[in-house]
């Protein structure tokens, strides 16, 4: 057995290392980022990297506190008629999170 990794067990793993650090900076547990990425079509698809940009943009909006982030995600949000946590849980969820996070963050 060969103990060489390829480059896309490599990006694998660099992928795992930032959603677990942006996922702790937010509060979410392992089981909800693995319920999200699930929901968003799975692991190895786009959402992985999606959900690491949803997070890089509320970290502009609200700042770096871990409360101040989960608060946001866990608080209605009128514009997206839900929290956006349950948002992010259902299907196409992080894109769209995403997507709304990147419209507020170029209007300030």
Known sequence: MSNTSTAADDDRGLINRAIEKVSASCGLSWDDV???IIANGG?????ELQFIELIEHLTVLVGS??????????T??????????????ASGGVGHVRDYLAGQRHRC
């Open 34 to 36: 693995h319920c999200i």
């Open 43 to 47: 692991i190895g698809g786009n959402v």
């Open 65 to 74: 506190s871990r409360v101040a982030q989960s608060d946001w995600l866990k």
């Open 76 to 89: 209605t949000n009128l514009d997206l008629g839900q929290t956006p946590l349950s948002l992010i849980k």
